[in-house]
């Protein structure tokens, strides 16, 4: 999606959320990143398009990671050298627009400018993970590992399954090497031996292929949900459970909104209105005359007393605090 599209997007939904009036005039009380937060956080759940395409665009490199066979990754795999070249920084101007999107989608920093990162393998028949460059050893290629045994293989670009042989139903490993060890090299190969020893290939049967699990979390596939929630930066996130009882009420969605702007201290007060470049004639509460109007300033003298009487006819007593959402949360809110 094109940077025009996105703002044009944006625009529509700034409009239907804060424009009014026969001028359509418009006073922004909430940022659109927080609009966008789901409401468990105290927003509104409205999409951002432009982090919810790059979820939807992660989910392609998903499907060029995975072992589906089909006419479409051939082509890609021809063009352009498959999902591995997506790390390169190197840019290709024969590229697409959409294979460029692709490319900025794998070196986002919400996920360490690494899509591999996010994900682990889990090692099977060995076909689709590359000894060195995949990240198939603590989430780490091994060429990072030993790298100075990288230098000198000659198992450069092979998979796990071409750098072995099966020995009475055993897994043994083959490396080729272009000279010996240097002394100094000892320990680096000590350091690997002990890696590959740890790890074991499956027959070539079925269910035994590589797999690559989405967001750490193991026999679970990539989920646009999930990776949209990565670049709200809500992946771990916990919140309280006040907007959880908010939206559960079986009230008007209008008293909702209120609720929810006065949480977010985002309605029209003295203070907010003078923040946002309006100057009123004076900024003090129109009902007490005394403190300046503020969220803060929700329940004064004056309201305490009206908010009691009304309390007072529907049968309901409590302790009115001076604190709004304190407030709210004894009256179930």
Known sequence: MSATVVKEVKKIQKSFLWDWGSENRKIVWVMCDKVCESKDKGGLGVI????????????????????????????????????????SQVHNCMESMWWRDIRKVWNLAEWDNDFDDRGRWKVGDGEGIRLWEDKWVDNIPLMEKV????????????????????????????????????????????????????????????GTIDKWFWSNVEFTNFSVQVAYNILLGEEFARYGDLFVELWN????????????RVLSKAIATKDNILRHGIYPMCDCCPLCGVEEETVSHFLCRVSWRIWGLCFEWLGIFLVLHCYYKCTLRCLNL
Request: glycine letters at 4%; hydrophobic letters at 45%.
């Open 48 to 87: 951002d398009v432009r982090k919810f395409n790059l979820a939807i665009l992660g989910k392609w490199i998903w499907r060029l990671k995975s072992k589906e066979r089909s006419l479409w990754k051939d082509i890609l795999d021809s063009k352009y050298g498959g999902r591995r070249v997506l790390r």
């Open 147 to 206: 790298l100075r045994l990288f230098s000198i293989s000659l198992d450069i670009g092979r998979t796990l399954s071409q750098v072995g042989i099966w020995n009475n139903n055993r897994w043994v490993w083959k490396l080729s090497w272009k000279r010996d060890f240097f002394v100094w090299e000892s320990s680096q190969a000590k350091l690997l031996s002990q890696v590959l020893d740890n790890k074991r290939l499956l027959r070539k049967c079925e």
């Open 249 to 260: 009420l079986k009230i008007l969605p209008s008293a909702k909104i209120t609720a929810l």
